[in-house]
């Protein structure tokens, strides 16, 4: 299981993920990649990173997807990105997947990992849409609410282990959190709590040292 949070973190932060945990990759939004300076972007490469369409940060903010800023980030930085977050509709799977069906032939011309958001509704109809999406190769990043995901996640980690795709969970803060996404089985988790507050960092770090130390013993 891979950990992923915002890019770049303050610089304490990026100490105290070192320390307690060597494996930490970013995760690179329109938003968050104007905190990169020239002098930091060597991090990018150094860690590695994935890119996020950014549109959970526009909702929560309250403004329009910035459409611009992620094709601008995607020119930039698309080459080496482990994986790319497809645009979504937050807590609306009907647009989410009518949003999915314009920008899917738009992506893969980067030729990298592409990940569809779960919603809140894709569990109808025993998540036919969803797994037919992932049946063609499609990875898939659990979103949606708190609610949904509690309730489904480990559902969606097992469509993607059945079909062999990228499985990721969104908005992991705490050490319960990663201990869940453990549980479920899924590819990658990413949180912003741990590029800002140095306590959660070490919190976080430190649980999934305990993790991979747990994981060796079998």
Request: charged share 25%; proline share 3%; with cysteine.
């Amino acid at each position: 299981m891979i950990p992923y949070t915002s890019a770049l973190p303050k610089k304490e932060c990026l100490v105290i993920l070192d320390k307690y945990y060597n494996g930490w990759r970013f995760l690179l939004s329109p938003a968050s990649v104007r905190s990169v300076s020239k002098k930091r972007e060597h991090l990018l490469y150094k860690y590695g990173y994935a890119i996020d369409n950014g549109c959970y940060a526009d909702w929560n903010k309250g403004r329009p997807f910035n459409e611009k800023g992620f094709i601008k980030l995607l020119d930039k930085w698309a080459d080496h990105a482990d994986w790319i977050v497809i645009p979504d509709s937050i807590g609306n799977w009907k647009e989410t997947l009518a949003m999915f069906m314009i920008w899917v032939y738009k992506l893969k011309v980067f030729k990298r990992p592409l990940l569809l958001v779960a919603q809140d509704g894709c569990e109808e109809n025993n998540f036919k849409q969803l797994k037919s999406i992932a049946n063609s190769g499609i990875g898939i990043f659990i979103g949606g609410s708190t609610d949904f995901k509690l309730k489904n996640g480990k559902v969606i980690s097992n469509i993607c282990k059945e079909r062999d795709v990228i499985c990721h969970v969104g908005r992991v803060n705490s050490a319960k959190r990663v201990r869940l996404c453990s549980y479920w089985g899924v590819s990658s988790f990413d949180g912003s709590g741990m590029s800002i507050f140095s306590m959660t960092a070490k919190i976080v770090s430190i649980e999934m040292k305990k993790i991979k130390s747990q994981l060796r013993l079998f």
